[in-house]
């Protein structure tokens, strides 16, 4: 099993900035990539961006090119999610996810393990 558990969220203007992280805990060796999704009211949850842990390569939803950038650490039991430039229609729940032996890469279907989420909150 393998417990996710995100930090870093909060209230900001627009054009600033915060950083969200996920620490995972438990059986992580086995973790293929892990993802940062997030989730408005009314809206569906969608894949923000994607890291594979072998590696480090990176990938980004068009919404978020530019402004957003995730990291992970040397232990590759974090990761991270630089946040600049932020709009209104960034806010929403933010979520980690994590899968093992394969990536689904931005969908949400084949994440097996899903943090309880962090609230990000953009005002204009």
């Known amino acids: 099993q393998v417990q996710l558990l995100e930090s870093g969220g909060g209230s900001v203007q627009a054009g600033g900035s915060l950083r969200l992280a996920c620490a995972a805990y438990g059986y992580t060796y086995n973790i293929y990539c892990m993802t940062w999704f997030r989730q408005a009211p009314g809206k569906e949850r969608e894949g923000v961006a994607v890291?594979?842990?072998?590696?480090?390569?990176?990938y980004y939803a068009d919404s978020v090119k530019g402004r957003f950038t995730m990291s992970q650490d040397n232990a590759k039991n974090n990761v991270y999610l630089q946040m600049n430039s932020l709009k209104p229609e960034d806010t929403a729940l933010y979520y980690c996810a994590a899968a093992p032996g394969s990536c689904p890469g931005l969908t949400r279907r084949g994440y097996n393990y899903w943090g309880q989420g962090t609230q990000v909150t953009v005002s204009s």
């Open positions: 890291i594979y842990t072998s590696g480090g390569s990176t």
